[in-house]
């Protein structure tokens, strides 16, 4: 079964204390022109990338073949994983085992409930295992965000729109409950996206 690419993380409609929005309601998609990207500048959007990248609200559903989330951030003192013993299975929803949305069902009045489980209104799952990279390098990351292998094909275009459209990865910027939320925000990230890739997805090891 092939599994589409869900990116930073982490980071699946918008969970927000007003209205919630709809997919491809969110961002502005206005690349640079081609060309006018140097590669100084496209490694300096990456940079910002791999912060959003490896911050827990993405990184922790960036997990491995073992098929279990993370948890890590500053609320849950060391790295550990998900309690409960949770896995994904391969399905990376656990179907096989209990649904991710069990627990990570939208609820609204729930948001901002401190230790609830977070939620969006769609259903919460991991990434695939093709985009593992919790406490991977910035170089890994790179080179793995830019392979069409790992990234389902995605060119830096289709890398933004799928920010756009898919909301578990809103929900990295507007995490409720005191949980801190990914750096800069989606738009400031998608940005960052457009201009990496009209710079040629530049890496520190090219």
């Known amino acids: 079964m092939k599994l589409t690419f869900v990116s930073l993380s ?10 919630v929005l709809g997919a491809g309601d969110n961002v502005e998609i206005n690349p640079p022109a081609e060309g006018s990207v140097n590669r ?29 989330p993370m948890w890590s951030g500053p609320s849950y003192g060391r790295a550990r994983k998900h309690g409960m013993n949770v896995n994904a299975g391969e399905s990376r929803i656990g179907a096989e085992f ?11 009045n729930l948001h901002d409930v401190p230790h609830a489980a977070p939620q969006v209104a769609m259903n919460w799952q991991l990434a695939p295992v093709e985009a ?7 170089e890994y990351i790179c080179n793995q965000l830019r ?12 890398l933004a729109e799928h ?3 898919d909301l578990i990865l809103h929900w990295a910027w507007n ?9 800069y925000d989606l738009q400031s990230h998608v940005n960052d996206i457009l201009v990496w890739g009209v ?8």
Do not use: Q
């Open 132 to 138: 593992e990279w919790f406490g991977k390098s910035s």
């Open 10 to 19: 982490l980071a699946l409609g918008l969970v927000l204390t007003g209205p």
């Open 199 to 206: 710079a040629g997805y530049p890496c520190v090891n090219d």
């Open 40 to 68: 100084e500048d496209g490694l300096a959007a990456w940079d910002r990338i791999y912060e959003v990248a490896s911050h827990p609200r993405c990184a922790n559903c960036h997990t491995g073949a073992d098929n279990r």
């Open 175 to 183: 995490p409720g409950g005191g949980r801190e939320p990914a750096p």
């Open 98 to 108: 209990v649904l991710c949305s069990t627990c990570h069902a939208y609820r609204e």
């Open 163 to 165: 920010l756009d459209h």
């Open 147 to 158: 392979d069409p292998e790992r990234n389902d094909g995605r060119d830096y275009l289709a």
